[in-house]
């Protein structure tokens, strides 16, 4: 899994708004983290006291298998601004080089084998045996777009998953700008 050009938008402005509900002017609200911020932040998901959070806006570009987009798209404001497409490039991808380490290389040797057939008898049959037989360790990069409740809740769900992408995620979530302060309770 890779995760890169990591962008966060919106931090100050989002912990300024979220001392808004106690606020007459607004004007004179500031961007500090205060025992309230990490109290919103940390609030119960769905109790909409860490609503504050879907202001900061983190965009990425995930590199990741197959196993793990299915599992990712749960997540409905894990919004996917644009995709490698296994439709549109599955016979020109290199095999051994997008497949992550629990491929045995047998089945990339597979895969490849089935590539090369569709290459010399380029069939839709041939195509669709090809589609069918990407093995879920098959890595594709995305660019998405989320915010720090989403992710908040990504955290407490996945941090200890089986699947170690999960867990390497949720490592790198920790080390956005104020997230563990903010979100965990960490500094």
């Known amino acids: ?3 890169d050009k990591v962008k966060v938008y919106g931090l100050d402005e989002a912990i300024r708004a979220s001392k808004y509900p ?8 500031s961007s ?12 119960h998901s769905g109790s909409g006291h860490d609503n504050f959070l879907n202001g900061i806006i983190v965009q990425f570009d995930l590199t990741c298998s197959i196993k793990m987009w299915t599992e990712a798209e749960r997540y409905h404001f894990l919004d996917f601004v ?25 089945t990339i040797a597979m895969l490849n084998g089935l590539i090369e057939c569709y290459k010399k008898e380029p069939t839709d049959e ?5 589609l069918y037989n990407v093995p879920t360790g098959f890595e594709l990069t995305a660019r998405m777009t ?15 998953h089986r699947l170690p992408e999960w867990r390497e995620f949720c490592k ?10 903010i979100c965990l309770g960490g500094n």
């Open 1 to 3: 899994m890779k995760i």
């Open 22 to 29: 106690k606020s007459v002017d607004t004007d004179k609200v």
């Open 146 to 160: 989320t915010n720090y409740r989403q992710l908040k809740t990504i955290y407490h769900q996945r941090k200890d």
């Open 126 to 130: 041939n195509y669709l045996t090809v």
């Open 172 to 181: 790198w979530i920790e080390g956005l700008p104020h997230f563990k302060e």
């Open 82 to 106: 644009s995709s490698q497409s296994t439709m549109h490039c599955i016979t020109r991808f290199d095999a051994l080089k997008q497949c992550n380490r629990y491929v045995k290389a047998e």
């Open 32 to 43: 500090d983290i205060t025992d309230t911020v990490k109290a919103l932040g940390r609030a």
